[in-house]
């Protein structure tokens, strides 16, 4: 048994059918000097076998912050409230905001069963040892017993599954001898030489060409079918969602206001800030005279809110009196389509 | 970081308004320690401008009389009686154990301190250089005396060698500084603004400066002064000589911080639009690092007190009668100064005082002007 | 590989060389600055004495120093003496040749440098490294502290701080490197803790300042390394932050510690050459001192000399060793 006894674990924690992930009411404040930053405000959502989940939403409406709060780690000024339950490959579930950050039963989760991509795959790396040092540290880690020899074999077999041409001469290069592209796919390459079922992805295709974007993109998708894991997409453009997820999750201000499928969340948003994101990507017929559309406004900063919904301010069909005076709980539209509005009713989906 | 005030509508749009300069002096404002060190620095320098009125004593006054007395107590009460601020008369004895001359206090005589006392026995003086005055902040009546840090070797009040002494200690290092930022800003811009072999002969020049241990160098330099000169000018060459060797590093960063820049792409469009590359020197890039020069001339400052103080101590800068702290400190250098006059070493809390003052300033600056902080 | 490594070492070498002759020009600008050349100096000087200096004397001096003839002649006849014979001058002071100077005080000038270097390193790298990672408690604090007061106290005053307090808490201001009566006598158990108990000042003096201002580069850049998105990657992987600490952050924060050698010996050297005069201590520091306040200057100057190429030669060092501890500055000189 990998788990460290002294964290009380023997209390069975639920999770129903196929769920792979399910957070529960996810709060994460960040403090900052004399502020509370309330960055995640009651997230709910689940994630099945197999599938894949987008989290959309603008920078700094607390996608990044719910993504390493479930890879436990969020910097020591951010503390969580609520449940992140995850079902490891042996069946046992875990909550893992009641496992010590750094802990042996966490660290061993790391890498095996979730793993995590980032933003930017060049400061990801040291530059101070080989691209294969890095990569086999996650198996000698992992697997003790493994030889180097061993781990240096899995990690070239992993970099030529990740399309890295010439592996050999590659895995005793540096860093700053790949291509931000390829440095992407080592990442990925790392993070999966460990089989694990979670793989969270935070935006990692926006520090790079649109071209290598496309490729990346291509490779998750392969790498989906052939491990069969479970991805966390996050990111704020919508045409990557469209092409690699199967469910959409809307963030704003620290909470999800619209989850649903790609084909509800594509043609029937419900929620204004849903519908105002979609507004906002360009068309290819749009007349070139025609100008961007774009929602009016800044992200507010999320210190001492007052029960409001977070979008009144920006909202075209803000309601005065009530969305800017209590707090807005989500409703099902229809079957799996949920919208934190109040313009929404239960059971009807608006035009 | 008062980023985030409490209620977003409340919070004030100036925040989103204010100029770099309001900015770094909100953040500066939280430093306490830097706020200390600035208001003791103002201080300072206030009481080194009107050192003359300040000092109960001139730099040419002594009295031979009191030679090596010790630090005289400032008494409020006679036998239980209020009197007012005033020292006792001095007595001459000897120690029993050493044998050495030592002053004590004669309780028969009550000499008070006058405030803004007029006359001639601090001497006159001209205020700022310009009007004659001979009004002195304290003296005590009568021929009584006041040493509130004692008297050095020759009978001169300690405390106004460190009042006069400030004069020096503390306004070379200005001018120092001036120097130092002049030369190696102009070093530096002109390594990182042409590059090619302009760069690389500065590069050298200061890798030469930089490969000389500072106070050996300064020594060997002002060991090289005739003895002759005036303290005028002995002044002068100091002052020329320790920004000599300060500015390399200036010089550095400047040169790195051009290189940088010259990437960016606010020059590169000044460039395009066709701006003379003195517009932008001076226009663009070097305000673009403005904060930066202003700390470096702030952390300067400090390592030329101790430049000064340090060779006037060794005896190869400043000499007597000519005052500044490290001339005071000079004394300090003989073992019997530490076994038997121990205020001697007083001055020395005053370098220290304003290094470390200088430092926190620089540093608190050095925070607020960093925009990620 | 190694041939291109061998390269760049070969190119540094060449510049250190190019350096190492500026310094030369410097130095003998210095040695000939004071007004009136020395041997004129020297002979007014005998002859206040009382000592005529013999005509020939004068002749033969004027001849090897090239007294009569420009700049450049002159620079020529004393770097060449240095170059081809180590003939570094005369000493007036001391009446012998710079040279025998030199070789009676290098090396406990040396020694002393060398532990004092040693003792800054391996104090300041674990203390920095404490700092950063515990930042804000109260070791943090407390050392933050200490490195601010001992940057900002000159060495000077630190030494006749310590003699002072030495003086009041033992009575004994621990002059010198041994204890009156102890310099002659046999090396024994005693002698050599009497050596030990003498060096401790000194060492502090010296040592300080370096200190505290490496421990705060080490605590700066290893905040710099634990904020840094690659650590978040590892933790992501499961490794122990411990091991985040010491393979990835601590190396990588060495590198600038690693690259202020030359520099460390420049604040090294002032630190022996005050410590020297404070304390009375019998290295090089003090004649320097005597012989710049006797316009010694071919004394001087060659000292100055000494140190700067010292200097140089810890620079030198330093950059191998940030070739071979940086893949990325490896690369980039490798490239030319």
């Known amino acids: 048994m990998f788990w460290n006894k002294k964290e009380n674990l023997d209390h069975q924690v639920e999770l129903s059918g196929d769920y792979l992930l399910e957070v529960r009411d996810l709060n994460v404040n960040i403090q900052v000097e004399e502020d509370t930053l309330h960055a995640v405000r009651g997230v709910n959502f689940v994630l099945r076998r197999g599938e894949t989940l987008g989290l959309v939403g603008e920078s700094g409406c607390g996608k990044s912050v719910t993504s390493k709060e479930i890879v436990g780690i969020n910097p020591g000024n951010c503390s969580s409230k609520g449940e992140v339950l995850f079902r490891t490959k042996t069946g046992k579930v875990f909550n893992l905001l009641e496992l010590e950050k750094d802990g042996v039963t966490y660290r061993a989760l790391r890498g095996t069963e979730i793993a995590m991509i980032f933003q ?24 003790p017993g493994t030889t180097k020899q061993q781990a240096r074999e899995r990690v070239l077999e992993m970099l030529k599954k990740v399309g890295i041409a010439n592996p050999e001469k590659r895995i005793d290069q540096y860093p700053h001898e790949f291509s931000g592209g390829m440095l992407q796919r080592a990442l990925i390459a790392m993070m999966l030489c460990c089989d694990p079922t979670l793989l969270i992805a935070d935006e990692p295709t926006t520090a790079l060409d649109v071209t290598i974007q496309a490729q990346i993109l291509e490779l998750m998708k392969s790498l989906q079918k052939e ?51 979609l507004k906002s990507l360009p068309k290819m017929n749009q007349n070139r005279d025609e100008r961007l559309y774009a929602i009016r406004g800044v992200v507010p900063v999320p210190v001492g809110l007052k029960p409001s919904c977070g979008f009144h301010e920006r909202c075209e069909e803000c309601m005065a009196g009530k969305c800017d005076s209590m707090n807005v709980e989500p409703v099902e539209v229809e079957p799996g389509h949920f919208v934190r509005c109040l313009l929404s009713e239960e059971g009807k989906v608006r035009a | 970081m008062a980023l985030f005030k409490k209620k977003n509508k409340e919070r004030d749009d100036s925040y989103y308004y204010a100029s770099q300069w309001q900015l770094m002096y909100q953040k500066f404002r939280k430093h306490k320690l830097a706020m200390a060190s600035a208001v003791l620095l103002i201080v300072f320098y206030t009481i080194a401008i009107f050192g003359n009125f300040v000092a109960p004593q001139g730099t040419e006054q002594f009295s031979g009389e009191y030679v090596n007395c010790g630090p005289t107590p400032i008494h409020f009460f006679h036998e239980g009686e209020w009197e007012g601020p005033f020292v006792y008369g001095l007595k001459r004895d000897r120690d029993p154990v050493t044998y050495m001359n030592i002053f004590v206090e004669d309780t028969e005589k009550i000499c008070h301190i006058d405030f ?37 070797g020759m009978g001169r009040d300690l405390f106004s060698r460190v009042v006069l002494g400030a004069q020096i200690s503390l306004f070379i290092p200005v001018v120092g500084m001036i120097l130092t930022v002049a030369l190696g800003l102009l070093m530096g811009s002109l390594a990182g603004y042409f590059g090619g072999w302009v760069d690389n002969v500065i590069q050298r020049l200061i890798e030469v400066v930089r490969s000389f241990p500072n106070v050996p160098l300064w020594m060997a330099l002002s060991a090289a002064l005739p003895a002759t000169l005036k303290p005028a000018q002995v002044f002068m060459l100091m002052t020329i000589i320790l920004s000599l060797i300060s500015w390399p590093n200036l010089a550095r960063t400047v040169r790195s911080q051009f290189f940088s820049i010259k990437k960016e792409d606010f020059i590169m469009a000044a460039r395009i639009s066709g701006a003379p590359a003195s517009a932008i020197v001076l226009r663009h890039m070097i305000p673009s690092f403005l904060s930066y020069i202003i700390v470096n001339m702030t952390l300067t400052i400090p390592s030329l007190i101790v430049g000064e103080t340090t060779l006037s101590f060794l005896g190869l800068g400043l000499r007597s009668p000519a005052t500044s702290w490290g001339v005071l400190l000079q004394e300090t250098n003989k073992l019997e100064t530490i076994m038997f006059y121990g205020w001697k070493l007083i001055p020395m809390i005053f370098v220290f005082l304003a290094v470390l003052a200088f430092n926190f300033l620089g540093d608190g600056l050095r925070d607020a002007a960093d925009p990620y902080k | 590989m190694n041939k291109n490594f061998l390269m760049f070492a070969l190119r540094k070498l060449a510049t250190m060389i190019l350096t190492v002759f500026l310094i030369s020009f410097v130095v003998f600008f210095i040695i000939t600055l004071p007004p009136g050349d020395f041997l004129t100096n020297y002979i007014g000087r005998m002859a206040e004495a009382g000592e005529a ?4 004397l004068i002749a033969e001096l004027k001849a090897h120093y090239g007294l009569d003839q420009p700049f450049v ?17 005369y000493s007036f002071l001391l009446s012998m040749p710079v040279t025998s100077v030199i070789k009676a005080y290098i090396v406990p000038t040396m020694v002393l440098s060398l532990v004092t270097m040693i003792f800054t390193y391996a104090i300041s790298i674990p203390i920095g490294i404490y700092s950063a990672v515990h930042q804000y408690s109260v070791g943090d604090y407390l050392f933050t502290t200490i490195g601010f007061i001992g940057m900002a106290v000159p060495n000077f005053l630190m030494g006749i701080i310590l003699m002072f307090i030495s003086f009041k808490l033992t009575g004994n201001t621990m002059l010198g490197l041994y204890s009156p009566g102890m310099e002659n006598a046999a090396w024994s158990m005693a002698k050599f803790i009497d050596l030990m108990k003498h060096s401790v000042i000194p060492i502090l003096v010296i040592g300080l300042m370096n200190t505290c201002s490496l421990m705060r580069t080490m605590r700066g850049q290893m905040l710099d390394e634990l904020g840094k998105n690659y650590v978040m990657a590892a933790r992501a992987k499961g490794l122990k932050a411990k091991a985040i600490r010491y393979k990835y952050c601590v190396r990588a924060a060495m590198n600038p510690v690693a690259s202020s050698i030359g520099w460390s010996l420049v604040n090294i050297f002032t630190g022996t050459t005050i410590v020297a005069i404070v304390l009375n201590l019998p290295s090089m520091g003090r004649v320097m001192h005597e012989a710049l306040l006797d316009q010694d200057m071919y004394l001087a100057g060659s000292w100055l000399f000494l140190m700067a ?8 060092i330093s950059d191998l060793l940030l070739a071979w501890l940086d893949p990325r500055a490896r690369s980039e000189y490798l490239k030319g």
């Not at chain 2, 250089?129 to 050095?152: K, M, R, S, W």
Request: contains cysteine.
């Open chain 3, 309 to 316: 190429i010292m200097t140089v030669l810890g620079t030198f």
């Open chain 3, 73 to 89: 002649v002159q620079y020529w006849k004393w770097i060449s003496n240095i170059v081809f014979h180590g003939d570094f001058g």
């Open chain 3, 53 to 56: 200096v013999s005509p020939e």
């Open chain 1, 120 to 143: 930017e795959p060049m400061t990801a790396f040291s530059p101070l040892y080989t691209v294969g040092n890095q990569l086999s540290e996650i198996i000698l880690i992992h697997e």
């Open chain 1, 227 to 277: 491990f069969g894991m479970s991805i966390l997409f996050i990111t704020h453009d919508l045409g990557t969602v469209a092409s690699m997820c199967d469910r959409v999750a809307v963030m704003y201000l620290g909470q999800i206001v619209e989850t649903g499928s790609v084909r509800q969340i594509f043609h029937n948003a419900q929620h204004p800030y849903t519908r105002g994101l």
């Open chain 2, 116 to 152: 803004f006392a007029e006359g001639d026995k601090g001497g006159e003086y001209k205020i700022l250089g310009l009007i004659p005055c001979n009004i002195h902040l304290f003296q005590a009546e009568g021929d009584g005396q006041v040493f509130l840090f004692g008297t050095d």
